[in-house]
């Protein structure tokens, strides 16, 4: 998986630094607004500056609300996951209904319908979005760069294997490896398997194994050392 | 709205290639799979993507793949599985 960080454009070139032009020789990182907004940018903000103007909701408003969004993480997802290794009635209610089964906890995980894919020693899941980046983010939070790229995307449905060997995780043959396109109205995270060595945890310490990427299918929860 | 296919029903995606907004992946065209989930009715995002009501709405299916069957030089393990969901007007019965 290529990780796409563009280090080169934070470079700084002492090799070939002359004083007095640093201006010129010194590499900078473009800001954000220094290509042209695009036309659904354009349309983005003139809708959001008429619903301030007219009063519908306030600047203060659609900030929170990005903020709000911003602020998501997977530890909502960790902890179903958690409680879900804990106890097995709520296991089986989070995979028949996992945007209910969040409710007990106290986790709003919004209106799209979420369903969990559950990890055995027969299959493993791996999630992905080939037409976009579908992501049930209020359980984990905003997408990682590399779920939205182009590889990620192609990639993972036509050799998913040597995907998830990029990313240190090796599935045995015996095993059946299972991708699952988000392309249409649910979203789908990983139940991973509890892994062993983690008999008498609780809840909380079960929940700081389970990562993004355990709950994505790139990786495993690994017990700690 | 009932749901045409059944859960364990075998299936075909059509082989079509219109054009607009599509939800249904090309590397599943003209395909073969199983269904293995009814999700219910939703908006048909072929309508919705223009602003129309995408009414009526349409039963919405997980459908499971072999992939060795989608890629002509899958190098994965020969149980591997694809999980696509797809909208009744692509499916045919297989």
Known sequence: MAHEHDHDHHGHDHGDHHHGHAHRSHPYQPDLEEKPLTHFQVMTEAVADLLIEKGIITADELRAMLEAIDAKSPAAGARMVARAWADASFKARMLEDVNRAATELGIDAGGIPIRAVENTDRVHNVIVCTLCSCYPRLLIGLPPDWYKSRAYRSRTVREPRAVLAEFGTTIPDGVELRVHDSTADLRYMVLPARPAGTDGWDEERLAGLVTRDCMIGVTLPKPAG | ?94
């Open chain 2, 1 to 94: 709205m009932s749901a045409r296919f059944a859960v364990g029903e075998t299936v075909k995606v059509r082989a079509a290639f219109p054009p607009g907004h599509l939800r249904t992946p090309f590397f599943i065209r003209g395909k073969t799979g199983r269904v293995t989930a009814v999700l219910g009715p939703y908006r048909n995002p072929e309508e919705l993507a223009y602003g129309r009501s995408g009414e009526p709405a349409l039963p919405l299916y997980r459908v499971l793949f072999a992939t060795a069957e989608l890629w002509d030089d899958f190098r994965g393990a020969p149980q591997d599985s694809t999980v696509v969901d797809v909208y009744e007007n692509w499916l045919e019965r297989a």
